[in-house]
């Protein structure tokens, strides 16, 4: 089974933007080697044609009418967000002055 | 305390027509049943306040289907307006979804009692419900058992009698499988059957909700509830009503079954392949044909499955971000931190590991090496059930290739949970409906189920086959032993 390195855990693990501890690299490293070892048996299969299948719904051009609907209000809206000042989410700086 | 919840959904309603019981009679009694059974960690919330109050409510009006004043118990991963909702993860430990989903609102106006929120798989990923925030539910048949996931609560939750009825969600066999575990009825009906509206997402081309019971026909009476098109669900089928009942009771004589070679390969337990050939047999008594096939890429399910999930539930996951809802890291440097730290202490390490893998396989190149190549094989599989039903009824196999196992027995390879399910993801890929019904036992008396599959939309055939089955078999599902004999 391949274990991946400390640098192709931290390459996969920013993909998934996830932040990783040193003992979290070390014991993800076998975990996410067998599972990427998994995923290549792909490349063995055989014989398939190339006609994908993206969903089971092969009848979803089925628009709802465009007509105005009720919308949340703001106090509902806002239930669940973490942080907020006023109207506003809040996240952190993103632009230095 | 009484015992109305052991009668049929049928019985308990002629009860509450004819006023000799009322509905909080029944809520009282599952809340007991739930004190008195704490130990199998079915529910991550209950609804007790809530549930008492509408029951109370609900001594004011008609009983006027068949499900009033029913306790149903719901997955915690289907949104429940004002009843928190955690997905069994940290992520949303403390999350209040504002909308009910489309399933909710469905059992809202049948007037059932949502009793609460049970226990799974964080995010519905994993397959014994062991990668819960909240810790595992237990298997009633014997509480050192499994309970089978990822909707290992709801199955736990009908199985010991808690409530007659729950849903659960199925991504790849996350109904069924815990079903077989546990010895009650699961269906993943047909992909589109059921609008997803509400359903946090893992795998959003696989995902179904399903009714999860103690019987055939009330599942089906469950199905008639739930099912239909939804404006808010485009993936939802536009089909004409139907009574997913009408067929129950008729012969199932002539019927024309096929077995995958695969399934019954050596990939199968001693335990499980006897049920199942004691099964054949039965159903060959009882007129039926039953042959013996080779369909292609059964063997290469797993491969495409796990391509495919992990592929959606990155992009599906990418929403929990410490910004909308949910967990937040306190006091992050910058918003690269605050995404990266809310994800690695909201998330347990199963969903990290899945998602990590699945943003590998989308990304750059990767997507056409794996996830298009997973699309391809993915639409062969569904050609390949095609081409069975042309000439056969059903598709059948077992469930699980075990009976339940122990729970605290690990596992060092993370593919394990993935194999678990190997039996009962194809027919997610194929978007089939499929159904898991309880057909014998082990010698060490745990549950055993058989798995059978049909064409799309053809939930009312399953039904009549599963039904008629279960007569014929007239086993004692009762996990709380010779009680009821």
């Known amino acids: ?97 | 305390m009484s015992n109305y919840l052991d009668l049929s959904i049928k019985e308990i309603n002629n009860l509450l027509k004819s006023k000799k019981i009322k509905p909080i009679d029944l809520v009282e009694e599952a809340f007991d049943r739930i004190e008195k059974s704490s130990s199998l960690n079915c529910f991550i919330t209950l609804n007790k306040e809530a549930a008492l109050k509408q029951a109370k409510e609900l001594e004011d009006k008609e009983v006027d289907n068949l499900f009033f004043g029913i306790p149903i118990a719901i997955k915690d991963n289907i949104c429940t307006k004002g009843l928190r909702t955690t997905c069994a993860s940290k992520m949303l430990e403390n999350f209040e979804p504002i909308y009910d989903a489309t399933v909710i609102e469905k059992i809202n106006e049948k007037h059932m009692i949502i009793i609460g929120k049970t226990n799974m798989d964080e995010f519905a990923m994993g397959s014994c419900s062991k990668t819960s925030y909240f810790g595992a539910p237990r298997n009633p048949w014997n509480e050192s058992k499994i309970t089978g996931g990822s909707s290992g609560g709801s199955a736990a939750c009908v199985s010991g009698r808690l409530t007659p009825i729950a849903l659960g969600s199925d991504t790849g066999g996350s109904i069924r499988q815990p079903s077989s575990f546990c010895g009650v009825v699961g269906l993943k009906p047909t992909y589109g059957r059921v609008s997803r509206f509400g359903l946090i997402a893992y795998g959003s081309s696989l995902d179904q909700i399903g009714p999860i019971t103690r019987n055939v026909e009330e599942n089906a009476e469950l199905l008639n509830i739930i099912c239909g098109k939804d404006e808010k669900d485009l993936t939802s089928a536009k089909r004409d009503s139907e009574d997913f009942t009408r067929l129950i009771g008729k012969d199932i004589k002539g019927m024309k079954i096929a077995v995958p070679n695969y399934f019954v390969s050596d990939i199968v337990s001693k335990e499980v392949l006897d049920v199942f050939n004691k099964t054949v047999e039965t159903l060959r008594n009882l007129g039926c044909t039953v042959d013996y096939i080779d369909m292609k890429y059964l063997e290469n399910v797993v491969t495409i499955y796990q391509i495919i999930t992990m592929a959606e539930a990155s992009g599906n996951l990418a929403r929990f971000d410490g910004v909308k809802y949910g967990y937040s890291y306190p006091n992050p440097k910058d918003l690269e931190e605050l995404y990266t730290k809310t994800r690695q202490l909201g998330f347990g390490d199963t969903v990290k590991k899945r998602i990590m893998v699945g943003s590998f396989i989308l990304s750059g190149e990767n997507a056409k090496i794996y996830y298009d190549k997973a699309l391809s094989i993915r639409d062969d599989i569904k050609k390949s059930f095609d081409m069975a039903f042309e000439k056969y009824d059903f598709v059948i196999g077992p469930v699980v290739t075990s009976e339940a196992y122990d729970l605290d027995e690990e596992f060092p390879d993370p593919s394990k949970s993935f194999m678990d399910d190997v039996l009962v993801m194809p027919v997610n890929m194929a978007g089939l409906p499929g159904l898991s019904l309880p057909v014998g036992f082990s010698p060490n008396h745990l549950p055993i189920g058989l798995h059978v599959m049909a064409p799309r939309f053809e939930e009312a055939k399953l039904y009549q086959f599963g039904a008629f089955l279960e007569k014929e078999l007239n086993l004692n599902l009762d996990p709380r032993g010779d009680k009821n004999e």
């Open chain 1, 1 to 97: 089974m391949k274990k991946l390195s400390k640098e192709e855990v931290l390459h996969v693990a920013h993909l998934a933007r996830i932040n990783l501890e040193d003992e979290e690299i070390e014991r993800y490293a076998n975990d996410l080697g067998k599972l990427l070892e998994d995923i290549d048996k792909i490349k063995d299969i055989k014989g398939y044609d190339d006609e994908m299948m993206i969903s089971p719904v092969e009848y979803n051009s089925d628009l709802r009418p465009d007509v105005e609907g009720k919308m949340l209000d703001y106090k509902t809206a806002m239930k669940n967000v973490p942080h907020s000042t006023g109207n506003f989410v809040e996240v952190p700086v993103m632009l230095n002055e």
